[in-house]
């Protein structure tokens, strides 16, 4: 079994940081691209950035300059730096991996979610 787990979520104000983090464990051969989804209330859940395992990045327009996606391929980990927050950048956020097992082929993981709140 492949587990994803968030942590770092909570409530800051306007202007603040956050520094949210996603461990995966398992059965893991190998971690292909990993990523930073969120969800608001009533909004589709939509891509924040994900980050391939060579370290190539890709951000949402929303949040280029302002959040900084890193992994470490050793530790199966993955982190989003949040800076100058926003409040529109309250929602759930989801880590999101794509997970070779040792048994199983590459399959796409889903973490519980976390939220972020962003108070004005």
């Known amino acids: 079994q492949v587990q994803l787990v968030e942590s770092g979520g909570g409530l800051v104000q306007a202007g603040g940081s956050l520094r949210l983090s996603c461990a995966a464990s398992g059965s893991i051969f190998s971690i292909n691209v990993m990523g930073w989804y969120r969800q608001a209330p009533g909004k589709q859940r939509e891509l924040v950035a994900t980050?391939?395992?060579?370290?190539?990045?890709n951000y949402a327009d929303s949040v280029k300059g302002r959040f900084t996606i890193s992994r470490d391929n050793a530790k199966n980990t993955m982190s989003l730096q949040m800076n100058s927050l926003k409040p529109e950048d309250t929602a759930v956020y989801y880590c999101n991996a794509a997970i070779l097992g040792w048994r199983t082929g590459q399959n796409d993981y889903w973490g519980q979610g976390t939220q972020v709140t962003v108070s004005s």
């Open positions: 980050i391939t395992r060579g370290g190539s990045t």
